[in-house]
């Protein structure tokens, strides 16, 4: 259930996006300064170069270099709002006491409804729901969004965002072991091949498919096969590569690659809070056409989320009245109908002071005395 992610999960985000944007900035900077090295180096070498050609050639890299200093400024100004957003997180962390514990708990509550909201694709109001409560550097909506622009990608079966995302964080993924990229391949492959364009599928195979051989020869081979089947074929193991649902795989696959590399819980933290809770409770009876209603898991959606969870460990045994739904101890003893039912004492004395001293047992109808009742010892 990944608990020993929540409690440092707050702060673990906004950090990895943090340590991302610098990585990112120092790759900008390496990238332009190498150019404008080699733009000096090649204007020192030339020999034939006249005063107005270097002029231009100089003014260009100081151009450049101007360019430069412009993302720079932009890059520091991102670095340092997230730089804020962490310190953010570890105060409200920290801030937790005793007396301020009911708004902490409250602004948590919060949080964890707009990490439901913004898993489940519901932005704007993600977004409403922060700014309303004033959490926003309490939450991972910019991160999110960065999200939500390759899952729509996905959605209407393009993979190119999806690839970028790939490669800007090509290190991570590699170090990970990442299937991801190679499965987008696949995919544009099996789109070429679902158009008749099989030249050109062969073409991008060589291309982008080759060098996974090494790792995923069964799997390549199995879709190269598709060229000779197409997508009309009948054959199960190659009918399905061209079916929709492959396209919602890709999705479900972003998001465990994503949330593995901000630090996430896969499982929004709302389901496992929930079954956190619902863990204590579940017990066969629960699943009974005659489970109370006061019961969480009588609930169809409560039992879905329940369903991977194990029974509860009960040492000792709780009895529960049927009528009052209130437990039955020394205090309000459990007593016996003659048919064999048992209620509490306080359910049966209430009903006997309205009847004159008669019981009728809700479940079979029957009516007794209140004398003819037996009280039970629970051991």
Known sequence: MEMDSLPNGSATVPFEHYKKTIRANHRVVEREMSAVINGVSEAADRDDMSSDDAVNHLSSLVSRLQGLKRKLEEGSRTEHLQAQRCRARLDHLESADVESLSDWNNTRLNRILVDYMLRMSYYDTAAKLAESRNIQDLVDIDVFQEAKKVIEALQNKEVGPALAWCAENKSRLKKSKSKFEFQLRLQEFIELVRAENNLRAITYAQKYLAPWGTTHMKELQRVFVTVAYKSTTECATYKVLFEPKQWDFLVDQFKQEFCKLYGMTLEPLLNIYLQAGL?????????????????????EGFRKLAQPLPYSKQHHSKLVCYITKELMDTENPPQVLPNGYVYSSKALEEMARKNDGKITCPRTGLVCNYTDLVKAYIS
């Open 279 to 299: 863990s204590a409770l579940k017990t066969p009876y629960c699943y009974d056409d005659d489970c109370t209603k006061e019961d969480p898991l009588s609930q």
